[in-house]
């Protein structure tokens, strides 16, 4: 899509959140040859500073640089299924995974074709909010939320200073106060174990969770 609108005018932008850093986050996007500015964000400063609580995330930005619409799930096409071959050939928890996530609501079509209406019409386009809207959309910062924001940068902190044992607990009371932020909970999971599976470290894991809350739920609806 960046091919395709880039000389419109769109620029897209990509940023990774992973306290592993361009080590954790260069291999793909080697693999995907981008042609757009890819950035990765260690501290999981835009998620702090926008609400950004699961990926993918879009947030589209005009020229100005103000923000038109604030995080929402954003997939630019639907994933193939994977083969039962592929699935084969995976860790078990992997294939489960995979399948588990052919469940997971997404819409695809209907996104990029406000993408693309944004970008031929800009502030003219029905899909491009007022600043009240974008503010009347975005997620409330309760107390909670602010505490849950710094057990997460204590835990990072622990983490990345040799102490992962420590940076647990401090990742668990974040998850507690913000028990929807994915972001929390699948940097701590990837680090207690790469494929997000069953550790002793944590209470649920990335299966088991969406199992739970239902894979329906994963993202919001998809308000546009």
């Known amino acids: 899509m960046r091919e395709e609108l880039h000389p419109q005018g769109l620029e897209v932008v990509s940023i990774a ?3 592993g ?3 954790a986050a260069a291999p793909w996007i080697d693999r995907a040859k981008t042609t757009h500015p890819a950035l990765v964000d260690e501290a999981h400063v835009l998620d702090e500073l ?3 609580v699961n990926v993918p995330t879009g947030i589209w930005v005009d020229e100005r640089g103000v923000i038109v619409r604030p995080p929402e799930p954003a997939f630019p096409w639907r994933p193939r299924a994977p083969s039962e071959e592929l699935l084969a050939a995976l860790p078990a928890i992997a294939a489960e995974q995979l399948r588990e996530a052919q469940r997971i609501k997404i819409d695809p079509d ?3 074709a406000a993408l693309r209406d944004w970008v031929v019409h800009g502030a003219r386009s029905r899909y ?3 600043p009240e809207e974008v503010l009347a959309r975005s997620r409330p910062r309760d107390m909670d939320h602010s505490r849950a924001a710094a057990c997460f940068e204590l835990a990072q ?3 990345r200073a040799g102490h992962p044992d420590d940076a647990v607990g401090w990742f668990r009371q974040a998850h507690a106060l913000a028990p929807e932020n994915w972001t929390y909970k699948r940097q701590a999971w990837s ?3 790469p494929l997000q599976g069953p550790t002793d470290a944590y209470d649920a894991d990335w299966l088991s969770e969406v199992r739970r809350i239902g894979a329906e739920n994963y993202y919001p609806p998809l308000e546009l």
């Open 50 to 52: 926008l609400g950004v």
């Open 21 to 23: 850093g361009a080590d």
């Open 128 to 130: 491009a909010l007022s």
């Open 191 to 193: 680090l207690a174990d």
């Open 17 to 19: 959140l992973d306290s």
């Open 110 to 112: 209907r996104y990029t």
């Open 157 to 159: 902190h622990l983490q």
